[in-house]
């Protein structure tokens, strides 16, 4: 069993950055794929960003594209979103999740979440 915890959520005013991490237990993270999601107030929950086993690859939604940055240090069992230039557009609860077979944008494919962090940007 896995178990996902995120953290670095807050308060942040529009411009800013906060860099999220989600540490992962119960089996060590290099064996699936990680991912971050969101979902704001009335909202669908929708894909960030997604990284594979090694690292080496990355996929991000496209308006988030250049401001969010995925990474993943293996060795901490340690995934992290870096989030720059913030908008209150990105006010929302951010969540980790883990997958055991390929990486997606879709909820369903993830077997393992988070129980979420949240973020808010002032205006």
């Known amino acids: 069993q896995v178990q996902l915890v995120e953290s670095g959520g807050g308060l942040v005013q529009a411009g800013g950055s906060l860099r999220l991490s989600c540490a992962a237990s119960g089996r060590t993270s290099s064996t699936y794929i990680m991912a971050w999601f969101r979902q704001a107030p009335g909202k669908e929950r929708e894909f960030v960003a997604s990284?594979?086993?090694?690292?080496?690859?990355?996929d991000n939604q496209g308006a988030m594209k250049g401001r969010f940055i995925i990474s993943r240090d293996n060795a901490r069992n340690t995934a992290y979103l870096q989030m720059n230039n913030l908008e209150p557009e990105d006010t929302a609860v951010y969540y980790c999740a883990g997958s055991n077979h390929w990486t997606s944008r879709r909820v369903n494919d993830y077997e393992y979440w988070g129980q979420g962090t949240q973020v808010t940007v002032s205006s």
């Open positions: 990284i594979s086993l090694s690292g080496g690859s990355t």
